[in-house]
């Protein structure tokens, strides 16, 4: 059972700090890592997307995949009141396999 | 939303009565992916399909069966609902193993 783990949190920072996320996959073979933002009652929206060991940034946001360690973090600068919300990591092998989600952390950014 | 609609948005439903919810999509994207979501369980596969008329199981797949007909159609239909398949429904859609963009969601409550 290929499984994803992350702390469900609540994970609780002031405004402007910076807010770090974090996950481990137990497969070995997996190759891609996603990060998606959910608000409550809403869908699911990708924020990031990581292919590779090392940190990719994107705005505010920075992911980080050490693959040697199974490891894949989301750091968000900055944060602010409208990025409380709860974060997926998600991860899938090659071949085309389904993502699998992690339940998620709760994010809440104290203004 | 990425061109995915998923009808209906809200349903209530009696015990032992068949359901279906549809997913349609207009990105023409090969994968579509049916998932739930609880409390405590995040997101959990039902059922995913790789072409027409191509479907396989996915974690929680009892009580449940998928059909696509079409590239742009993927129904989910529970045969006979329990109250344990009271939850919100996600469809998503992906080009393979790449990110999934997902559909608003159907509640789905069975009383």
């Known amino acids: 059972q290929k499984e994803v783990e992350q702390n469900s949190g609540p994970l609780s920072v002031p405004e402007g700090a910076i807010a770090s996320l974090n996950c481990t996959y137990s497969?070995?073979?997996?190759?891609?890592f996603f990060w998606y933002r959910q608000y409550s009652g809403k869908s699911p929206e990708l924020i990031m997307s990581i292919y590779s060991n090392g940190d990719k940034e994107d705005g505010r946001f920075t992911a980080q995949l050490n693959k040697a360690s199974q490891y894949v973090s989301l750091l968000i600068r900055d944060s602010q009141p409208s990025d409380s919300a709860t974060y997926l990591c998600a991860v899938t092998n090659s071949g085309n396999t389904p993502l699998v989600f992690g339940k998620g952390t709760r994010l809440s950014v104290i203004a | 939303d990425a061109g995915i609609t998923q009808s209906p948005r809200h349903k209530v439903t009696e015990t032992g009565t068949p359901v279906t919810l549809r997913c349609h999509q207009t990105e023409n994207h090969r994968y579509m992916y049916w998932y739930r979501q609880d409390p405590g369980h995040g997101l959990r596969l039902i059922h995913y399909s790789y072409g027409v008329k191509d479907t396989d199981k996915g974690e929680v797949s009892d009580g449940y069966s998928v059909s696509r007909s079409k590239t742009e159609d993927f129904l989910l239909t529970l045969e006979s609902a329990t109250s344990s398949q009271t939850s919100v429904y996600f469809c998503?859609?992906?080009?393979?193993?790449?990110?999934?963009?997902f559909g608003q969601g159907t509640r789905l409550t069975v009383v």
């Open positions: 998503a859609i992906s080009l393979g193993d790449t990110e999934a963009f």
């Open positions: 497969d070995r073979g997996s190759q891609s």
